[in-house]
């Protein structure tokens, strides 16, 4: 029996409300920054941990969902709604409204899948994207749907806690902030250690709330006419070691001493990419980059700062260029679109967003020529102890996924990085069998 000829079943759904929320705070309003808003036509974030099997799966689900409620007591956004405003001007703004109108919680059985079919097949199992509420939802659809949605999967042998969230509400950095936390409210701590800061980042001179062009009418007629299909999904594991290597190399060739382990590791999947697309050596390809903004801010934000702080950045070369520069010169562009988002170049992508807001698609941060990568391995994918002991893996769901999607995570052995493909069959089967990108890798 294979894991995707097993039913989801749902056991319960509850809607839960934050039991320490302020009625007089009901009415609390965030407003939201062009790094937030951009995010409104895309879906949600849909990240998930395995768990071997707790010792008593009844009494930890229950103490999952109690712990749930309380973690929700510091996070007042996730169980709001988004309000969108119709202006007089063909414009609409966008707001967080903190209501404490709820987030899902679901508890649900596979009992015919086991821990060895999520992560034995070469190619993720499309049972996993069941591993997930809220499938499908669009961020703009916040205004009615839970921002937060939480599905507990009793598997045969195992758990799987897939966690859904508005990326609107939030970015991955948000995003594991609010399971670290969960996690650490699992384990018995009755506050946390790290105490989110929900005021968004406004420069001086933008008025609030801002206003842009968006109808859900286009927006989902948009939707209709895209019919994007998830393309398969294989993860390649790197060691330590391995991605060492791939370090030293990129700098040995690009002659500097400033190229990040992962800004090597991505060069390298890069080149393999193309070459198994066979690519034109003259042709323009690009490498769509999710940059942080928190540390570049002058002051930098507050160390919790919870909602979206990243913006992308474009590495543009030709894919001849790529090849024949070897890891370094990858890695090397990469390096320096990264390191020119300053303070200032951040404020002047914020202000012209203003002047001209643009909403993302999936199209339009990847196509045939582009990659994008998401998610970063400085993240504690492995850390979150509910009480029973750590993950063995992190998996995602379907949210967002098209042929060139990325996903890093970091490895459960300390230092190595797993890498999640959306590619067509043939390019993953073809980068598979490459020789020279196979050879750092350990399945």
Known sequence: MTATMAAIRVISSATIQAPSHNNADSTQKIDLTPWDLQFLPVETIQKGLLFPNPINKEAQIHHLKHSFSSTLSFFPPLTGRLAIIQQ????????????????????????????????????????????????GVKNHEGTTQPLLAVQVTELLDSIFIGCTINHVVADGSSFWHFINSWAQISRGLDKLTKLPSFDRWFFDGIDRPIRFPFTVEKEKQHSQNL?????????????????????????AEASTDKISSLQALLS????????????????????MLIIGVRPRMVPPLADYYFGNAAMFGDVTMKAGELLEGGVGKGAWEMNKVISVHSHEKVKNHYECWVRTPRLLTLG???????L??????????YGNDFGWGKPVAVRCGVANKGNGKITVFAGAEEGS???????????????????????????
Not at 372 to 381: E, H
Request: aromatic fraction near 10%; charged fraction near 15%; include cysteine.
């Open 88 to 135: 007089d001007n063909n414009t609409v703004s966008s707001h967080i409204l903190c209501n404490n109108a709820g987030a899902l919680f679901v508890h649900a059985t596979a009992h015919h899948v086991t821990l060895s079919h999520v992560l034995q097949p070469k190619y993720v199992p499309s049972i996993v994207h069941s591993f997930f509420q809220l499938n």
């Open 227 to 251: 019919n994007p299909q998830s393309p398969p999904e294989r993860i390649f594991h790197f060691t330590k070691e391995r991605i060492a290597q791939l370090k030293w190399k990129a700098n």
């Open 268 to 287: 390298h999947v890069w080149r393999s990419v193309i070459r198994c697309k066979h690519f034109n050596p003259e042709e323009e390809i690009h490498y």
């Open 364 to 370: 339009s941060v990847a196509n045939s020529n582009s």
């Open 372 to 381: 994008v990568t998401s998610s970063s391995p400085r993240f504690d994918f």
């Open 417 to 443: 990085i797993d890498i999640e493909m959306c590619f067509p069959h043939e390019i993953l089967e073809a980068m598979g069998n490459d020789p020279h990108f196979m050879d750092p890798i350990s399945n």
